[in-house]
C-alpha cells in the first residue's frame, strides 16, 4: 500500500498532514455511501456498478474499497488536454462547471503561471457540503490526492476557485514530489485569485 500526499483547503487556507488514521476514515466513508444504494433501482450503467459493489461490500464478504480513493475511477467526459472529468450526478451536463474544455483552459492557466508543465489530472466534481477532509471530519470545498492523482471539487460557488488551488497542489505534488498542504509556496497566492477582498 503507498501512503499517498493530501491536501485540502477549506477556503481560509487552513489545512493538511498526512497519516495513517485517515485511510480508515475514509473508506468508512466510502463505505457508508455504498450502502446507500443497495435498496434503490439502478438508473444507469454507473448505478447498477455501484449497487452490485454495494452489494458485495454489504454483505460481509468483500470489503474491497473502490479505486481512486475511494471514489472510484470512472469519469463523464474527457477534454482535449487530457483531463477526465466526472461532473453527474452533482451537475447537469449544460453546466459550466460540466465544461471540461473550460476547466482545462482554467488548468492551464494556472500551469502557464507557475512553470510547471504536467497533464491534466482526473477531476470529480461532488455535491457541496459533501467533501470531508479524511484528516480531521471537516467539510472542505476542494481536496487533492495523490498516487493516484485525484482533484475533488464540489458544485458550489466555489469551484473554479477550487480547481485552480488544487492544481496548484498537483502541480507542486508533479514537480517536486510534495504537493505543500501547508501552503507554503507563494503559487498558491500569485497563480489562484482570491475569491474576496482580504481584510
Ligand atoms: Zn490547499
Known amino acids: 500500500m503507498s501512503a499517498a500526499f493530501f491536501a485540502s483547503h477549506d477556503g481560509r487556507g487552513s489545512v493538511s498532514a498526512r497519516g495513517q488514521n485517515n485511510r480508515m476514515i475514509l473508506l468508512t466513508a466510502s463505505a457508508f455511501r455504498l450502502c446507500l444504494p443497495a435498496n434503490r433501482p439502478a438508473k444507469d450503467a ?19 474499497p473502490l479505486p481512486c480513493h475511494g471514489y472510484g475511477c470512472e469519469y463523464d467526459v474527457q477534454g482535449p488536454a487530457g483531463m477526465r472529468l466526472r461532473y453527474a450526478p452533482a451537475v447537469e451536463p449544460g453546466d459550466p462547471r460540466a465544461n471540461v474544455a473550460f476547466l482545462e483552459q482554467l488548468y492551464q492557466m494556472v500551469e502557464d503561471c507557475a512553470g510547471i508543465q504536467a497533464p491534466p489530472p482526473f477531476v470529480v466534481i461532488e455535491k457541496d457540503g459533501t467533501l470531508v477532509s479524511p484528516l480531521d471530519g471537516l467539510p472542505r470545498k476542494g481536496l487533492y490526492y495523490s498516487d493516484p492523482d485525484l482533484v475533488l471539487i464540489d458544485d458550489s460557488t466555489w469551484t473554479f476557485w477550487s480547481l485552480k488551488h488544487e492544481t496548484v ?3 507542486l505534488h508533479h514537480a517536486l514530489g510534495n504537493s505543500d498542504p501547508d501552503h507554503t509556496s507563494p503559487l498558491f497566492g500569485t497563480c489562484v485569485e482570491l475569491p474576496f477582498a482580504l481584510p
Open 169 to 171: 497542489h498537483y502541480l
Open 46 to 64: 454507473r448505478s447498477a456498478l455501484l449497487l452490485l459493489v454495494a452489494l458485495s461490500s454489504c454483505g460481509g464478504i468483500d470489503q474491497e
